[in-house]
């Protein structure tokens, strides 16, 4: 009956004390393009490496619930994506948050993004900081650990009685002390009842502490955090055809613009160009004919925002100068004449921007021109044409950028 006893207590220490650790999971959401396939392969191998388990799956968007669902669907501690545009990639990962409805999201972005080693190391690392970092469970105190109720020894075993009898002694002191106190025998048997000899009662119940679950290790044997690297910087070229009017009667100029710009900062840049209108022909009326046009040179600051991974939009303001000019062919009794005139100018240009290849981008958009004063051409003493109240213009054309070199 002790041994029976006994296993029973060892098997419900070795259940409520011992449990296998999990490994955490992962799940990787691959990218809807798939134009990165070897990226996410690095990052499934240094997840894996680390001891966790990766299970793959498809692009549902990148909304936190879309993300929360694939989270319960897994159970899964993290859900991994990794992306890329040009030179830059990205890393977005949701974490579950017991204390919220919505898994906690971070967005991780690398500059160098054509290293598919170097995005899943940092990729890898922010799981294994995350999930490690979550606090263990500790393991419950004695009381509630020990649901069954603990089995008492028998009553007859006690210190005292260690030694063992015969059956033949056993019996002759029983017999005395059933002739001799009939109320001794009473309270023998009546354990609970008896105050001349208690009985000890049992050890108090300690589990075994629960063992930690092991790292690997490796772990600490990753390289430390590699420090961002500074965005890389471009400048470039723009040749566009440039299509202008407005009010004044001039009609509609065509003309070429060029353009070349350098990045500043991570929105700002700096732009220059020079821009030439001229009419398609020659202007008649009753005193003869008039070829005008206007040539001129501006300095601009640009914002620029990134709509898309190959669309972008500029914003652009600024000044210059500008060389307006005319030559006139009167009939007779006029007299033909031609003159220049400088003027100032106030621009702004808004730009959408397509990229077509690694180096090249198409570009669209539409600026204005106020002239400081307006450029006024006069025929026989009246004016005839006027440019610059405003000068509205039209552009397209093709860009060329560089990465500017490191210093």
């Known amino acids: 009956m002790a041994r029976r006893a006994a296993c029973l207590l ?7 004390g011992s449990g296998p650790a999990h490994a955490a999971t992962v799940v990787l959401v691959h990218a809807p393009d798939a134009r990165w396939r070897l990226a996410e392969l690095r990052v499934r191998d240094e997840l894996r490496a680390l001891g966790m ?7 549902r968007g990148r909304d936190d619930g879309a993300m929360a669902t694939l989270l319960a669907e897994h159970a899964a501690a993290a859900v991994v994506q990794v992306s890329r545009n040009d030179e830059r990639a990205a890393v977005t990962l949701w ?16 500059d160098d993004g054509r290293q598919p080693g170097l995005v899943a190391l940092r990729a890898a690392e922010m ?15 004695a009381a509630s650990t020990s649901a069954a109720p603990l089995v008492p020894l028998a009553p007859w075993v006690t210190p005292a009685d260690a030694a063992p009898r015969s059956p033949i002694a056993a019996t002759t002191n029983t017999t005395s002390t059933s002739a001799t106190t009939p109320a001794s025998l009473s309270n023998a048997t009546n ?11 049992p050890a108090p119940f300690t589990p075994l502490p629960r063992p930690s679950p092991a790292l690997p290790e490796f772990a600490d044997d990753l390289p430390p955090p590699v420090a961002p690297a500074a965005p890389v910087k471009h400048h470039g070229l723009l040749v566009a055809a440039n299509v202008g009017g407005g009010p004044g009667g001039a009609g509609v100029l065509t003309g070429l613009e060029l353009t070349g710009w350098r990045e500043l900062g991570r929105r700002l840049e700096f ?9 398609p ?23 620029r925002w990134q709509l898309g991974s190959r669309t972008t939009l500029r914003l652009g303001l600024g000044g210059g100068l500008a060389l307006g000019w005319a030559v006139g062919r009167a009939t007779s009794p006029y007299r033909s004449a031609s003159d220049f005139q400088p003027i100032g100018m106030l621009s702004a240009t808004l730009t959408l921007a397509v990229r077509l290849g690694p180096r090249l981008s198409a570009h669209g958009g539409a600026g204005i021109d106020v002239l400081l004063p307006p450029l006024s051409v006069r025929s ?20 060329w950028d560089w990465p500017l070199a490191r210093r």
């Open 380 to 399: 026989g003493g009246v004016e005839a044409f006027a440019i610059g109240r405003p000068l509205l213009r039209g552009l397209l054309g093709l860009a």
């Open 271 to 279: 732009a220059g160009g020079l821009t030439g209108l001229v009419t």
């Open 191 to 201: 354990p609970t009842t008896a105050t001349s000899n208690p009985l000890p009662g």
């Open 95 to 110: 974490f579950v948050d017991p204390a919220a409805t919505a898994p906690r999201r971070l967005e991780l972005a690398i």
């Open 53 to 59: 388990t990766v299970t793959d799956a498809g692009a």
């Open 127 to 141: 799981v294994h900081t995350e999930t490690r970092g979550r606090a263990e469970p500790e393991p419950a105190p």
């Open 281 to 303: 022909g020659w202007r008649t009326d009753l005193r003869g004919s008039i070829l005008l046009g206007l040539v001129g040179g501006r300095a601009q600051l640009g914002l």
């Open 10 to 16: 060892a098997a419900t220490v070795w259940l409520t």
